[in-house]
C-alpha cells in the first residue's frame, strides 16, 4: 500500500532516487513492461474509473471512453515506437572533424512530478506518464482534489499496479502542492490555470527546475461563410459542451461573419435540441460543473449579453444549461476570463481583420478554430495569429492525434506533449563527441605561432 503521509514526501522522493539510481528505469524492456502494465491498469479498472469520473462530475459513460479510457492508444503508441525514439541518432560533424563521429543520446531526466487538473483529471495525470515512462523516468503524480473520487482511485490502483519507489501518489490540494514543490525534482509537469502555471514556476525556479506548463485561455472559434453549415453547427456545438464546457481546448467564443450568423445561432439552437432535448438536466449524456464555486463563477457570467437559450441553473445540482449569449461587449466579464463552462458567446464581425484583431488584442489562446473552405483565409488566419494549435473545420480533435505535439504558446503555456512530444519532454537529449587515435593534427595546440592562417 502506498504512504500518501505528507510527513514522508521526502522520503518516497528519496526512494524513488534510490531506485533511479538502479538504472532499471533505463532498460527499454523494463520501459515496455510498465507501459503495458499501465495498460492494462486501464483496462482491469474501466469501470471503476468510469463510476469515478461519473461521481466527480457526472461525466456520460461515453464521454468518459471518448476522452480518459482512450487514453491506452497513447500508451500502444509509445510502445510502438520505443524503440526508435530510445536510438541515439548520428549528428554531422565539419568536414576538418573527419576523424571525429557524432550522436545525441536521449537519456531520462530522474524523478519528475506530475500535477493535474480536474477536468480530465485521469486522462491529464495518465498522458504525462506515458511519456515519463517511455523515456525512463520514476514519476510522483498529483491530482486535482477538485476531482476526488479519480483522485482515490488513481492513489489506490496505481499503488497496486507499480511500487511507490518508481512511481507514487500523492493526494490534496493547495497544501499538499506546495509541500511537494519544496522539494526539488528533475522535471515539473503541470497542467492547470495560467495564474497557478506562474506559481509553479517560480517554485521550480527555486531549484532550477524545467517545467512543462500546460495552461488555459480564450481559444476563439472564427466561423466564415464558406462552410457547410450543418456539420460546422454540429463540430462546434460538441467541441463546447462535451464536459459541460470544462475542456482546456473548448471554443471559448465564436466569432462569425455577420452575413451568416443568424443562420450559425439557428443551426447551433437546432444542434442543442438534438443533442440534449429540451431538458438538459435530465439528460444523462450531459455532465454538471465540477464544484460550487466554479458553478457561482459561471451564473455570474451568465449575466453579460442577452441569452439566445439556455441560462437555467440548478445550483443542488450544480447544472448550468447549454447557453448561447448575443450582444455581448467586449469588456463583459465573460470576455475576460477563461470560460470553462456551457456558456458561448457569439460575437459577429463584418471584416476578418476585426476577428484576427481581437485575437490578436488577447493573450495567446491555446487553440484556435477555423470554419471555412477558403485556401486563402486558413493561410491568413494561420499567418496572422498565434496560438498553442490551430484545428481547421473542427474542434478538440487535434487532441487526439498522437503525431501532433500539444501545449501552448505565451499565456497558454510552455512546452508540448502527446507521442514523441511527451518521450522528448521527459528525456535530456545529451551531445556526444567521439574523437578516435588514429590521427592527432597539432595545428590547436601551443605553440601558436605561425598557426592564425589555418583559421
Ligand atoms: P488549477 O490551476 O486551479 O489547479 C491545477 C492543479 O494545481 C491542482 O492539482 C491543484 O491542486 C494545484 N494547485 C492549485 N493552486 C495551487 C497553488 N497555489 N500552489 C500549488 N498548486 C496549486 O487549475 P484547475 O482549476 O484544476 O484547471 C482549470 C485550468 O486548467 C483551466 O485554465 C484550463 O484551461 C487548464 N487546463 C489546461 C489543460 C491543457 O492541457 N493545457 C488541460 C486541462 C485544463
Redesign the pocket.
Known sequence: MINTDLQNVAEIIHKQRVFFQTDQTKDIAFRIERLKTLKQLIVENKQAIIQALQADLHKPEFEAYATEISIVQEIDYAIKHIKTWTKPKKAAVPREFFSYSARIYPEPLGVVLI??????PFN?VISPLVGAIAAGNCAIL?????APHTSNLLAKIIGKYFEPEYIAVLE???E???KI?AEKFDHIF????????K??MA?AAEHLTPVTL????KSPCIVDTDINLEHTVRRITWGKFINAG????APDYILVDQKIKQNLVDGLKKCLKEFYGDHPEKNPDYARI?SQK?FERLANLLKSGEIIIGGETDPSERYIAPTLLDNVSLVDPVMQE?I?GPILPVIEYADITEAIALINSKPKP?ALYLFSQSKQLQKRVLQETSS?GVCLNDTIMQ?GVSSLP???VGD??IGTYHGKASFDTFSHYKSVLRNSFWLDLNWRYAPYKGKLSIL
Not at 470544462?246 to 481546448?249: A, F, L, N, V, W
Open positions: 500535477i493535474g487538473a480536474w477536468n480530465y491529464l498529483k491530482p486535482s482534489e477538485l490534496g490540494g493547495v499538499t502542492s506546495q514543490l503541470f497542467t492547470g490555470s495560467t495564474a497557478v502555471g506559481i509553479i517554485a500546460e495552461l488555459g485561455g470544462q475542456t482546456c481546448i465540477v466554479h477563461e470553462f491555446l498553442g487532441f500539444f501545449g501552448g497558454s503555456g
